[in-house]
């Protein structure tokens, strides 16, 4: 253990560019007197510390920076994808596919005999139309829900942006995107065209105009989401369709979504060819797979940064053999073996890792909070392209402890071939040349 902290210190003294002298405590007694400011300080650390040494920690700073940036978006990106599915769509969809309309309160029970883990149950009717206005034709999918169970499934309430989560009446809340395309505010009215099949003429088709007033405007999370979207309360979507049926489908909300696939499978087998059942992830399972597949090739990529930086490390111990030729003969004269000398530079290079890694992580953590708040005032993720408007940084420590243990690691793999040749010194040989 003695042993152990011999080697540290020494490392550090190398690191230091102290050597073995008493320059660090003389500094130290200069400073304790007062005679050195904190500026000054700083400015006498970052001499003994030396160009090389100060540009080996740039460079693996900023890889570990990046590099920490770059997967906490990742990881964010994936939340606030699910986020924007799971609130508007809940865990598992149920739909009803037979021409006879089932009581709700007779579905109510035999899905909860199926899952008991069902936490919450809505219902709801969709609708497709076509919101007119401005010259404009735009295609919308209208959801009319239960305004007494929807919170009970979704997350719609705490998405509204604008006025308030207020249904019935021919009131609707609207996607953003939709609202920002039509110029439409609070109080606005909305049209929805619904094309209708003719009764005598299967071929043909007539339209019906539905009036809404605009109640609210909500961020669903997602751009598509956002632009065609018109929410509508369940009474009301059955007065535009004209049918007495209670519902179309069922919402259902599972205490644990990672059942979700699962509980589809009961479903699917248990209810009935009567029955369409469907799930969060089935609509949405290549852009969560290609996101989960990313993250890796992303890693690996930045992380390239951080090996570069690396033969800095390397090259900067390599000079700190050269320079402490006569130190390391002492010290070798004095009776550290080989190996002691070998195991000074490795520890050195771990430093370099170790001290390079906390700032990079601290580097990350500002440039994360630069990006979130620039993206209050700039266009950075275009959401036609990303399909969110808005990310986040989402700091994992499986991804912190993944960066650290890499970037610690490659510095002590740079760090074996100067300590090999720090081992190899012959103590006579240095002193003679000194």
Known sequence: MARMRLRIWLAFRFLMHQGVDATADVTAADAAAGRHSRWRAARSLLRRLGLPAILSFVGLTTGVAALTVAMAMVSSYETTMV???????????????????????????????????????????????????????????????????????????????????????????????????????????????????????????????????????????????????????????????????????????????????????DFKRQLGEDWWVSDWTEGNRNILRAIKYERVPIFLVIFIMVIAASFNVSSNIFIGVLRRTMDLSVLRALGLSARDVAWIFRVQGALFGLIGTLLGFVLGGVLGGVFVLAQRYFVILPPDVYKISHVGVEFHVFDAVAIALAAVLICLVAALAPAAKAAKLVPVEGLRHE
Request: hydrophobic share 40%; glycine share 10%; no cysteine.
């Open 83 to 265: 986020s924007a599915i799971v609130d508007v769509f809940g865990h598992v969809l149920v739909v009803n596919q037979s021409e006879e309309s089932v009581p709700l309160e007779k579905i109510h029970r035999r899905i909860m005999s199926i899952r008991p883990d069902v936490t919450g149950i809505t219902p709801f009717i969709n609708f497709e139309g076509i919101v007119v206005g401005q010259g404009k034709l735009n295609g919308v999918v209208a959801q009319g829900v239960d305004p007494e169970t929807v919170d009970r499934v979704l997350r719609l309430r705490p998405r509204i942006v604008r006025g308030a989560f207020s249904l019935g009446e021919n009131r609707a809340i609207i996607g953003k995107e939709l609202a920002r395309r039509y110029g439409l505010e609070i109080g606005s009215e909305l049209k929805l065209v619904l094309p209708r099949p003719l009764a005598q003429e299967t071929s043909g088709f007539e339209s019906k105009v539905a009036r809404f007033t605009v109640a609210g405007v909500i961020d669903l999370g997602k751009y598509d989401y956002d632009e065609r979207t018109v929410i509508t309360s369940i009474d009301d979507a059955r007065k535009v369709l004209g049918i007495s049926a209670p519902f179309v489908g069922l919402r259902l909300k599972l205490a644990d979504e990672k059942n979700t696939f699962e509980a589809r499978t």
